[in-house]
């Protein structure tokens, strides 16, 4: 697979990691929002992901900026800082395309990875971690 196919708009969720089942699913999120990206063959990457829903007046977004290598998976890293009125929010990526199934049927693209909480924000302390899934949608 060749870095430029990290290409494309996605659907990204992140879950907190707690170990013990839960009862209510809502109890694991951590964020909902569109992921866009942009990759370059040198393996620069770029692009923005939209916390805010579609339309939403601010717009809500953190600037992606990273890398991307391809050995037998593409992997990547990225830094998201956040725009005004987050500009204090900086997370970092670490993630992988999972593997396409020769045999799946309707399977897409989905990045998945670990989120680390950078600096603290609004309260909200440095350090915390939560595991992400990102699924390429039909307009990529």
Same mark, same amino acid.
């Given at each position: 697979? &060749?870095?430029? @196919?990290?290409?494309?708009? *996605?659907? *990204?969720?992140? =879950? ?5 089942? $839960? +009862?209510? %699913? &809502?109890?694991?999120? %951590? ?6 990206? $942009?990759? @370059?063959?040198?393996?620069? !990457? ?12 601010? /717009?809500? $977004? ?13 992997? =990547? ?11 204090? =929010?900086? *997370?970092? *990526?670490?993630?992988? !395309? ?7 049927? +309707?399977?897409?693209?989905?990045? /998945?990875?670990? !989120? ?18 990102? $699924?390429?949608?039909?307009? /990529?």
């Amino acid at each position: 697979m &060749n870095v430029m @196919e990290l290409t494309g708009t *996605y659907t *990204y969720r992140s =879950f907190l990691e707690l170990p013990d089942p $839960v +009862d209510d %699913f &809502n109890r694991l999120r %951590f964020a909902q929002a569109e992921l866009r990206l $942009v990759a @370059e063959q040198d393996g620069t !990457v770029g692009g923005e992901l939209i916390l805010s829903d579609p339309g939403e007046e601010p /717009a809500i $977004v953190m600037e992606m900026t990273g890398r991307a290598s391809a050995s037998s998976r593409v992997s =990547f890293t990225l830094s998201g800082r956040g725009r005004p009125p987050i500009a204090d =929010f900086h *997370y970092e *990526y670490d993630g992988s !395309v999972l593997r396409h199934w020769e045999t799946g049927i +309707d399977q897409r693209m989905v990045l /998945a990875g670990t !989120v680390l909480r950078a600096e603290p924000h609004g309260g909200a302390p440095a350090g915390q971690t939560a595991s992400f899934l990102a $699924v390429r949608r039909d307009d /990529a």
